[in-house]
């Protein structure tokens, strides 16, 4: 994966359907997802879990199935649920694949497993929030099963929701800029931070941009980390005008810059999670870097659903220390 795709006519009509049992209590254990099946029933402590629809192509230039995006998961599983579990997680489905239309869904749906467990959130419309978290393998199954490409985390955990572990900047460009300039605001807001002793951590978006995240001593209210977010992004943009803007109504950025958006870390919002494949061509990923490789001239197609168990076989987790306790930025000192 990705993979050539078959010739005409090769593409099997009809599918076996099977049974494969993974072995209960072993989140890190490496799971086979049948890729000539259409339908599979998985055993997994416990937990019955069936994944349709696992032939049907989800990034047609590689020809690339269902079943690939759910192997994926499956392989980096290790990696991922420390950052999303107890989270809750609002799902992104492409039912359609990755050029497809997409829709969001907060509220676990109908059909969720008993033993998907639900994370309350009160909206200020009012409303109770049933949102889904996905704390093992079988429920990061369940959600790219339902069409989930990529995966969108709370901020904070589901005993606080307004306390989050970490503040971010997404770096988005305008009309005319290209990833060379993101890299290089990247490396400018880097080098920001570091003069405040703010210790910061990129990863790639998977799609345009760079986000970076700075992994915060929890305490602060979601509104006090946007807070310090716009401030701190108001003044980098004045001090680099010609790299960098923080003016977030569309019709009065400057093109050619790139946007430092600092309202991603509004209460209610979220960013597709490290290690999420994306829906774009040859299916990227959203990866962690180090600061060196953004150095050097990363591209976003470097990191890709073929590519990533080895990266991370090589590298690890690039993201960890956003989940130590040692390093976190005390922001109430900033406040």
């Known amino acids: 994966m990705p993979v050539k ?16 049992r993974a072995l209960p209590k072993r989140r890190n254990a490496q799971l086979t997802i049948p890729q000539d099946t259409k339908e599979i029933t ?16 989800f990034w047609e230039e590689d020809w690339v199935t269902k079943a690939n995006l759910l192997q994926y998961y499956a392989d980096i599983a290790s990696y991922l649920l420390p950052h999303i579990e107890s989270r809750a997680m609002v799902l992104k489905r492409y039912p359609d694949g990755a050029s497809g239309k997409f829709f969001f869904q907060k509220h676990a749906p109908a059909s969720r497993p008993d033993w998907v467990p639900i994370c ?20 990061l199954l369940w959600a790219v099963n339902l069409g989930s490409i990529d995966l969108n985390p709370w901020y904070a955990r589901c005993d606080d929701v307004d306390r989050p572990y970490y503040l971010h900047f997404d770096l988005d460009p305008t009309p005319g800029a290209d990833f060379t300039l ?32 700075i992994p915060i001593v929890r305490g602060p209210l979601q509104k006090e980390v946007w807070t310090f977010a ?3 992004s108001v003044t980098a943009a004045q001090k680099y005008s010609k790299i960098l803007t923080s003016e977030y109504r569309v019709a009065k950025r400057s093109p050619n810059r790139i946007l430092v958006d600092y309202n991603q870390n509004a209460w209610g919002r979220t960013l597709a999670s490290v290690y999420s494949a994306r829906p774009k061509p040859h299916a990227p990923v959203s990866a962690p870097v180090t600061w060196e490789e953004v150095e050097l001239g990363i591209e976003i ?3 890709r659903m073929d590519n990533m168990v080895q990266r991370l076989a090589k590298v690890g987790d690039l993201y960890k220390p956003l989940l130590a306790q040692k390093g976190r930025f005390k922001l109430t000192a900033r406040l």
């Open 5 to 20: 795709s078959p010739q005409k006519g090769s593409h099997p009509s009809a599918y076996r359907s099977a049974t494969i």
């Open 230 to 232: 716009k401030a701190f």
């Open 182 to 213: 993101v890299r290089k605001a990247a490396l400018v807001l880097r080098d920001e931070l570091d003069a405040l002793k703010i210790k910061s951590y990129p990863k790639t978006t998977g799609s345009r941009g760079i986000h970076i995240y």
């Open 120 to 139: 309350e959130i009160q909206h200020p419309s009012a409303n109770l929030v049933d949102f889904p978290v996905v704390n093992d393998l079988a429920g």
């Open 42 to 57: 998985l055993q997994m402590g416990g937990k019955e879990l069936t994944l349709t629809n696992l032939s049907k192509v």
């Open 301 to 303: 197609g470097d990191f």
